[in-house]
């Protein structure tokens, strides 16, 4: 297997910012990456459309697909931006004739409109979901089309945001905002009837990949063709059914046992999968999509999270996907890479990708390496909505923008683990609330959506979900004796969970619990560590001093007075969870320092802090949980 043979062509227009194609898990011949330079221009109150802006000339440029508030965009404004406004006229290639023009926008913060020569052509909302818009009703082959796109982000409302600041400056765990077009956008050329996405379902147990094709139309005299190749690149498996009988026809592959090849951590099988839409009359290819798959199975066995039928230690890292000079969008696919690479050297086999939806390419790089990762949605930005008790208030939108989430990552064998919310902290009473309904349902949702995977309902705090797949919490504890004692309870099916402790409650039959009570769950401690360390701080700090101000450098607890300080705490509480029989993973906060946050692996410029190779000593020892023998 090499990675040549999954990843399509970078486009092959001079000079683009990230030229590689967004999407390759699903691939067509004909596409055109449109990053690069777009007119701009900001509309602080949003009254842009009271001023004209859908149709007059804008006032700047930016560079797409960075946000306005990064340094590559060219733009560099931190302020709060209400909305801003995009232009730029594109010509859909002549070559297109017979074919659909689709503009897609892998994800635009927060709420979008788009409008193609003043139609308008698209609405959506939700900051890290893609989204498309047909144009052939507007444009066609070898002709201009004028897009303009305004991005509405206003920082006082409910909406999923993620880590994103909500007031000026950086502070505590909350960053630089991102908003408007911050992935690529790209045009696509697409057949009258078509692959509308893929849903591949693998079976170990079965040796088969099932293919749902859902298409852009009823094909009552067509056939779907899947053709399936090992890592090698050899044709394996070939499968036929007629489209005419079911709303989303479907194949079921069987792979011959002597081609089974498992995707594995650290040995990342994969096989190419070609999706074919032909005339039956005549076999006329009518539509054509090329993606791949793996043979990887999940599963649980009481308190046992096993990966193809066996115990794997998860030693997965915090990721939260910033850079200092783009923010959210990785400056380059190589960073994307490098991340992974950078991980894995320090001993992690995985990631917590945190409070964000990460492009797909990083997933599609996870797949090719065997990389552990659990896909979680930025759920942050509904705190602060009424008293203690009621104070989370997430609406419908989250529960839409998870399963866009869901629906487009659902085939990447890297996934393990979905966890659709963070950290929800609100206490149990007996009312059933806001926070209840939308937990409940973005979990139901996710099962629906995906029953091939566990789903855990909330990561830290307020587990609210009684049937959840997996069950967990967040610890920050720094001693490591005090961290073994709060973890022993897990032996006795009593494990820490995490509670409120803001003082007395004044809402009658409220007790200062988040979650639901523990039912025997594989779990985890999916936070720990966060070991506050920068070199030069602790030289200039005053010795007797270990206090922070957390909009300027922090972590959690006292910070370590040398590098082997560090050392010394490090192994000693990820010896706690290693020492664990019960503890079938840990994820340890976090892999880089984030603006403020000094409590990384490596420095925010991805700059070595410590002897990789040594953390990564600590972590490779074999788990209690891994020598199990029931």
Excluded at 116 to 133: D, L, Q
Excluded at 325 to 333: G, H, K, V
Excluded at 527 to 540: F, L, Q, S
Aim: glycine content about 8%; proline content about 6%; overall charge negative.
């Amino acid at each position: 297997m090499t990675i040549s043979t999954f990843d399509p062509p970078v486009s092959p227009e001079p000079g683009i910012p990230r030229p590689e194609h967004p999407r390759p898990q699903f691939v067509r011949e004909h596409w055109v990456n449109l990053n690069g330079q777009w007119d701009f221009e900001i509309d602080r109150s949003d009254s842009g459309i009271d001023r004209g802006l859908v149709s007059r000339p804008l006032a700047g440029t930016i560079t797409v697909p960075f946000a306005p508030e990064s340094e590559l965009s060219g733009v560099g404004e931190t302020d709060f931006l209400e909305a801003v406004w995009y232009r730029r006229v594109i010509t859909v290639p002549a070559e297109w004739d017979g074919l659909r023009s689709v503009l897609h926008f892998g994800a635009v913060d927060y709420d979008a409109t788009v409008w193609a020569n003043g139609v308008e052509v698209a609405r959506h909302r939700g900051g890290f979901t893609p989204f498309s818009a047909d144009l052939s009703s507007v444009v066609g082959p070898g002709e201009e089309v004028e897009i303009t796109v305004r991005a509405r982000d206003l920082h006082r409302e409910v909406q999923a945001r993620g880590k994103q600041a909500t007031w000026f400056a950086n502070t505590h765990c909350h960053y630089t905002r991102t908003t408007g077009i911050w992935q690529t956008v790209w045009l696509e050329g697409v057949p009258p009837v078509a692959v509308e996405r893929l849903q591949i379902t693998p079976s170990v147990a079965s040796r088969t990949l099932t293919v749902l094709v859902p298409l852009s139309r009823n094909l009552a005299d067509g056939v779907l063709r899947v053709r399936v190749s090992d890592p090698d690149g050899r044709l394996v498996a070939e499968e036929s059914v007629r489209t005419g009988f079911d709303l989303a026809p479907s194949a079921v592959v069987s792979i011959a046992e002597e081609d089974v090849r498992l995707w594995d951590v650290g040995d990342p099988q994969l096989y190419g999968v070609e999706v074919a839409v032909l005339a039956e009359a005549d076999g006329a290819e009518l539509d054509r999509v090329r993606s791949y798959a793996a043979l990887r199975s999940v599963s649980i066995d009481g308190t046992s999270f096993r990966l193809n039928g066996r115990r794997v230690f998860q030693r997965l890292v915090l990721d939260q996907g910033y850079w200092p000079e783009s923010l959210m969008t990785a400056p380059s696919d190589q960073a994307l890479i490098e991340d992974i690479e950078l991980s894995m050297a320090a001993g992690f086999n995985g990631a917590r990708l945190h409070q964000k939806v990460f492009e797909e390419r990083f997933l599609f790089h996870a797949d090719l390496r065997g990389y552990l990762v659990w896909g979680e949605f930025g759920d942050w930005g509904v705190s602060g909505q009424g008293p203690v008790g009621h104070n989370q208030k997430p609406n419908a939108s989250f529960v839409a923008q998870w399963i866009e989430a869901v629906r487009r990552d659902v085939n990447h064998p890297s996934i393990v683990g979905w966890c659709p919310l963070n950290e929800t902290h609100q206490v149990l009473h007996d009312r059933i609330t806001v926070l209840d309904d939308v937990t409940q349902a973005m979990f139901w949702a996710t099962i629906m959506a995906d029953p091939t995977r566990p789903v855990i309902d909330a990561s830290g705090y307020s587990h609210r979900v009684r049937e959840t797949d997996v069950y967990d919490s967040h610890s920050y504890e720094q001693d490591p004796e005090a961290f073994r004692a709060e973890q022993a309870g897990l032996a006795h099916g009593d494990p820490h969970v995490n509670r409120y402790h803001g003082g007395e409650i004044a809402l009658p039959h409220a007790r200062p619990e988040y979650s639901v009570p523990y039912a025997g769950q594989p779990f985890f401690i999916s936070e720990y560590g966060g070991i506050w360390w920068n070199k030069e701080e602790a030289a200039r700090a005053d010795a007797e001093s270990a206090g922070q101000d957390q909009a300027d450098s922090w972590g959690y607890g006292d910070r370590v007075r040398s590098e082997e300080d560090f050392y010394d705490r490090f192994e000693g509480l990820t010896n706690v969870l290693l020492d664990d029989p019960n503890m079938f993973g840990y994820c340890y906060t976090q892999l880089t320092d984030v603006f403020q946050e000094k409590n990384g692996i490596y420095g925010f410029d991805r700059s070595r802090k410590f002897d990789v190779e040594r953390l990564r000593r600590v972590q490779q020892r074999a788990a209690a949980y891994e020598l199990r023998e029931d």
